[in-house]
């Protein structure tokens, strides 16, 4: 078998792309969507990455993401339209104290990131509001195994980068 690959969309920037989507009238949710990082959600695991860290991060940042596409702003937007890049990261070489109920725990925290951006080379991060962020951690804190702390990353890109690894 003799295949050549076949990239039509190589050569076009991020806002290309989205215009032809948008000509093929593609859902919105889809053309809209935020860069996603090329190795998968494993770049966000720090440590081992095993089976049960990975669901530990799939269920954080699907709730994340899921309450960034509700929650409407002022202006009648939804915040994940206000964001560039959103994603949490499972901090796993890191235990965290905590309490449940009557019994001390020992999890690990999460850090959410959420930047905004025109071109990927400079980010600051999103100023996200305070009852969003404290909905978002109440939720990840009481309904995903493994999580007892939840923070917020504020680090603007320079000297940090969008991802963690």
Known sequence: M??????PLKWLFKDEVRRVGRQLQMPEHLISRHPFPGPGLAVRI???ITPERVRVLQDADDIYIRSLREYKCDDGDILYNKV????AVLLATVRSVGVMGDERTYENPVALRAVTSTDAMTADWA?????FLAKVS???????????????????????TIEWE
Request: proline residues 7%.
């Open 138 to 160: 109440n939720e990840i804190i009481n309904k995903v195994k493994g999580v007892n702390r939840v923070c917020y990353d504020i680090s603007s890109k320079p000297p940090s």
């Open 84 to 87: 560039w890049q959103a994603g």
């Open 2 to 7: 003799h295949l050549k690959l076949c990239e």
């Open 46 to 48: 720090l440590g081992d």
């Open 127 to 131: 100023h996200l509001p305070y009852d």
